[in-house]
């Protein structure tokens, strides 16, 4: 529920558990705000923080809020939608209306970009001093069964190693898939912020408001100088790994769906704004500087490429070529063969892969690849930058420290 300030322009917004969920996501939630509002100079965060109001039983909301009118339709409605949870507690945070805002909706090319370069600055700030990691960044992320992996050649490389595979898997439309992102439009990009895992001495923890958060993140004696040992074992490497990925692979998304909702056809302008994050992840964790990074990531990968693909397979002028049994030489160069999938059950004539056509087109046919190699090639690159500097870094802290103990 929302409700607009007209003293100030700014919104209050009214967040209730759904259904059977209990208490602990909202109490994350105000906590973890509460917490980056306070610290937010001294962590370094570049992103505005909402105004956590308070946690409230939601028949008493009218008496502790100002500003809310218990007789309107509105409010009876909203107390009506809320009987049947499980939970009677309701989290009430005020923020300025760009808040509100999903990073695709973002009109203007510079402040997309912006957005979400502010926004994975920050992120990975958070996993460097603390170990917290965004986990559910859109839906493709939520819950853990069918969970979408983008580096799924290194999670399960002992199949994929095997079997010859390369690259990420297919995507379910691709633009369903960003709906409702926790990336949201400058000066407030990370929103939905109880929505982390901590990793702890190399295990991932569910956070608990009470128990794992407070233990090891929002204790009084917090020293922001404390990082979580580089990446633990090798499975817990492997995940921290992808989950990194995640965040450059949820903005190639909203980039491309931006592009199809404006219908400007500037897919040059989503493949730039794709290498710009990427640059600003590897230049905030490893301390590096970014026009360097961006000239590095273009050394490495095709920008125009990358865009063309994008345009092709993310939009319907896949179709014609396909069901003519033909790939534009261009996409993949002319030393590349490519192979036309026999069997492609999930085609919808006319339209493109799709398993279901109400929903929208996939990224890459069933059963296969992710057909962007050039957005493959770049999170890989990504992340062996981030992951090989993190370590270079850390065996010579520790090098230092054996040497000062000598």
Known sequence: MLYSNKSNNRILAVKVTKGDDDDSDLMTEYTTVKFLSEQKKQIGLHSHIPDAQGLYYINDLAEEIDGLEKNTSDFSTFIDLTKGNKSNLCYCYEADPEYFKYLY???????????????????????????????????????????YKVLTNLIHRKNTLSKGEKGMGRMDAFRNAVSYINIRQTPYPLADLGDWVIQINRKFYKKTPMGMAKTHLFNEELTLSRTIKPWGDQESSVYTVNFLAEYLYTIALSAARRVTDLKNGNWAEASDAIFAVAASQIATINHMNIEEVKQYLEACVDKKRLAAQMEFFMTSKQVEFIENGKIPKELYGIDVKVDLMEDCSKWQKGFGPAINQNEGMDLGPYGGNNPLTELCKLLNITMVTVTSEKYLAYKAKQATKTSNQG
């Open 105 to 147: 909706d973002v009109e203007d090319g510079s402040d997309f970009v912006a957005s979400a370069s502010t926004a994975v600055h920050d992120m990975m700030l958070l996993q460097e001093k603390f170990g917290i990691i965004f986990n559910q960044l859109i839906q493709a992320f939520h819950g853990t069964d069918r969970r």
